[in-house]
């Protein structure tokens, strides 16, 4: 039996030795270690380890750990480059701003948005291809004026 720990760890690990793009891949990985593990809390690991998403040349995205690589996911820096390559319009109504993004990135953009710890944002609620940013005051404009800002819109 692992702990938690030792699981977490050897996702790390995993996640530097290899080019992991899926949490299936991982649980495979995993199994191949002798670990066997839900889906469920492979997914609650790589949130606990900061672990993101990154598109690297070719267009894939891979599991990256900003720990590990500072330099190319310093957290702005990760949130400007999701936000500019999956976030096609921003909207805002009273204190919810609205991103939209290709189908099935909405989660990938809410994830490094919450880990951003953006000024005035209180937090994201992701569905497939569309995302609700809440704003701490009543008149998000300028909340959405930052996040178009950070996705390069005008």
């Known amino acids: 039996m692992t702990t938690k720990v030792q699981r977490q760890t050897l996702i790390a690990r995993l996640v530097g030795d290899h080019e992991v793009s899926s ?9 191949s270690e002798g670990i066997e593990a839900t889906q ?27 720990e590990f690589a500072p330099d190319r996911l310093a957290p702005v820096e990760h949130v400007r480059r999701v936000m500019g390559e999956w976030v096609a319009d921003v909207a805002v109504s009273g204190n919810v ?19 951003s710890r953006i000024e005035g944002l ?33």
């Open 40 to 66: 469920a809390t492979v997914s609650r690991d790589l949130e606990d380890i900061g672990a993101v998403k990154v598109r690297v040349p070719g267009g894939n995205t891979l599991y990256a750990i900003p």
């Open 23 to 31: 949490q299936p891949e991982l649980l495979e990985l995993l199994a």
């Open 122 to 154: 209180l937090g994201t609620v992701a569905g497939d291809d569309t995302l609700m940013c809440i704003s701490a005051i009543a008149d998000g404009t300028q909340l959405c004026n930052d996040l178009k800002d950070l996705a390069g819109l005008d």
């Open 97 to 115: 701003v609205v991103l939209r993004t290709p189908p099935g990135c909405a989660h990938v953009v809410a994830s490094a948005l919450d880990r």
